[in-house]
């Protein structure tokens, strides 16, 4: 693995089920439950504003987005071990008993949850209630230690890509570069550059902005956005701001360039 990546997360499994299923999906990995359905119809955006690659050379990387704009990678690594491993029975046979930590789905992530697993797939994986806080959203996203992961992790290849010297669904927040790819789901992204704070309260939900402040925006003022599918990698600058909503129950990871 190339000097300074890191791989933060591991899976966010978090649920916000619609009924169009995408034609490039082989298989939800056993995440979509039956009669599973949303309280709110969410869709995909009607056009994509983040531009798609399969072709790119890691000198055009550099040249063109790697400091000033987000850009779909696809094709780059094939994971198809690593999302077989990612299915639902996969996961639970192999790490039902493990403890992992939950966050709240707020800007700040105030309140930490222990738990199981095996719970959190079985008891707690339900279609998001639009009028909820994101503070009673709890999902699991990074702030663990998957040392006793290791045995998956190892079979992630992340993008062969890496910054020299330079610097889930989620409300709205920025951080160092990085790379995000969808493993089962879909997962909406909302990005606004640097200079650009977005209009949002840091307690609501993606869900709640989508519904109550994303209508009224100017074209103008609203941001770069594209629902990224299973085996599609996300790049994202340095400090961008983003908001993320997940379309069905996604599975993903996330590689953080230092």
């Known amino acids: 693995m190339a000097l300074g990546v890191r791989l933060l997360l591991l899976l966010a499994l978090w649920t916000l089920a619609v009924p169009a299923r995408s034609l490039r999906e082989a298989g939800d990995g056993g995440w979509r439950r039956p009669g599973q359905g949303a309280p709110a119809a969410v ?31 696809q094709g780059l690594t094939d994971n198809s071990r690593f999302r077989d491993l990612c299915s639902r029975q996969r996961l639970l046979a192999l790490f039902g008993d493990s403890v992992v930590r939950l966050s709240t789905a707020n800007t700040y992530s105030y309140q930490k949850v222990d738990l199981p697993f095996q719970e959190y797939v079985e008891q707690m994986l339900h279609p998001q209630d639009p009028f909820s806080m994101g503070n009673d959203t709890l999902y699991f996203f990074g702030d663990n230690n998957f040392t006793e992961w290791a045995s998956l992790f190892r079979h992630y290849s992340p993008p062969p890509f890496s910054l020299l010297g330079a ?41 709640a902005w989508l519904r109550d402040t994303y209508p009224a925006l100017a074209l103008s003022a609203r941001p770069l956005e594209c629902t990224i599918h299973a085996g599609e990698v996300l790049y994202f600058p340095d400090r961008w701001w983003h908001a993320t909503l997940n379309l069905d129950t996604s599975v993903f990871i996330s590689t953080f360039l230092s």
């Open 43 to 73: 869709a995909e955006e009607e056009r994509c504003t983040v531009e798609r690659r399969a072709d790119l050379s890691y000198a055009e990387f550099v040249q063109r987005y790697a400091f000033s704009r987000p850009v779909i990678l």
């Open 167 to 207: 610097g889930s669904g989620v409300p709205f927040h920025w951080h160092g570069p990085g790379f995000s790819e969808v493993i089962y789901g879909r997962k909406r992204w909302f990005l606004y550059p640097p200079a650009k704070t977005p209009e949002f309260h840091p307690n609501k939900t993606t869900l």
